[in-house]
C-alpha cells in the first residue's frame, strides 16, 4: 500500500523567504508523485511531477521539488515566496494501477505568506 | 491544453433530491476518470474510478447504489449523487486522464460544491 505524510498542515513564511512544505512517501513500487496546490473553492493544478527520470523536478511558478529515494522524500521549495503563492498544498502518489493508477493524497499543507 | 470541467460549479438542493453533476475534458479523450470528494480543510478521498463503456470501481466505504456514476463517452463522466441528505455537502472533484499516457498525469477539474438543506 502507498501513503503520503505532509509535515505540518500549516506553514507561514515571509515575503520572500524560503517556502519548503516537506512530504515523505511509502511505496513498495517506484513512485510516481506530485505536488499540486490548490486555491479557494478551485480544483487543483499540477506544480510538478516525478516519473522517474531527473530527480530534481522543476515545475510551474518557480517551484522545484527533489526526489530523494534514501529519504523517502520529495519536498517542495521556491526560492522566494511571493504573496500569490498562498494557497493549500498536496502531495500525491500514484499506485500504479496499470497504466491508470489513481492518486492518494497527503493531508495537506495550507502555506500563508505575509507581507 | 487538457483541460477538465465540471457543471454545475455549485448546487443547492433539498434533502432527498437527486443532484447529477458532469465531469468533461474538453480537449483531449479520457479513458478513466476519477472522483473525489473533499471536506472542510482536508484532503481528497477518492470515491471511485470511471472507465469509459464499463462499470465504475468504488473505493471502500463508497456506496455505489448512493455515488451513481456513468462514463458513456470519452469526454464525460457523471456522478450523480441520489435521495442527497446534508452529510453529502461536500466539495466534489473529478479528473482525467488521457488516453494512453502512462505516467498516471490526472487533470482536474474545478470541482462542484454541493450543499444540501
Known amino acids: 500500500a502507498q501513503s503520503v505524510t505532509q509535515l505540518g498542515s500549516h506553514v507561514s513564511v515571509s515575503e520572500g523567504a524560503l517556502v519548503l512544505l516537506r512530504c515523505n512517501y511509502s511505496?513498495?513500487?517506484?513512485?510516481?508523485l506530485f505536488w499540486y496546490v490548490q486555491y479557494p473553492n478551485q480544483g487543483l493544478q499540477l506544480l510538478l511531477k516525478?516519473?522517474?527520470?531527473?530527480?530534481l523536478v522543476k515545475g510551474i511558478n518557480g517551484f522545484e521539488a527533489e526526489f530523494k529515494k534514501s529519504e523517502t522524500s520529495f519536498h517542495l521549495t521556491k526560492p522566494s515566496a511571493h504573496m500569490s503563492d498562498a494557497a493549500e498544498y498536496f502531495c500525491?502518489?500514484?499506485?500504479?494501477?496499470?497504466?491508470?493508477?489513481?492518486?492518494?493524497f497527503g493531508k495537506g499543507t495550507k502555506l500563508s505568506v505575509k507581507p | 491544453g487538457a483541460v477538465v470541467s465540471q457543471h454545475p460549479s455549485w448546487v443547492i438542493c433539498k434533502s432527498g433530491t437527486s443532484v447529477k453533476i458532469e465531469c468533461r475534458s474538453l480537449?483531449?479523450?479520457?479513458?478513466?476518470m476519477f472522483w473525489y470528494r473533499q471536506f472542510p480543510k482536508q484532503s481528497l478521498m477518492l470515491m471511485a474510478t470511471?472507465?469509459?463503456?464499463?462499470?465504475?470501481?468504488?473505493e471502500q466505504g463508497v456506496e455505489k447504489d448512493k455515488f451513481l456514476i456513468n462514463h458513456a463517452s470519452l469526454t464525460l463522466s457523471t456522478l450523480t449523487v441520489t435521495s442527497a441528505h446534508p452529510e453529502d455537502s461536500s466539495f466534489y472533484i473529478c479528473?482525467?486522464?488521457?488516453?494512453?499516457?502512462?505516467?498516471?498525469?490526472?487533470?482536474f477539474g474545478p470541482g462542484t460544491r454541493l450543499t444540501v438543506l
Open positions: 479528473s482525467a486522464s488521457p488516453s494512453g499516457r502512462k505516467n498516471n498525469e490526472q487533470f
Open positions: 500525491a502518489v500514484s499506485d500504479h494501477r496499470g497504466s491508470q493508477g489513481n492518486l492518494i
Open positions: 511505496s513498495s513500487v517506484p513512485p510516481y
Open positions: 516525478y516519473t522517474s527520470a531527473a530527480t
Open positions: 480537449d483531449f479523450q479520457a479513458t478513466t
Open positions: 470511471s472507465n469509459e463503456g464499463s462499470k465504475a470501481t468504488y
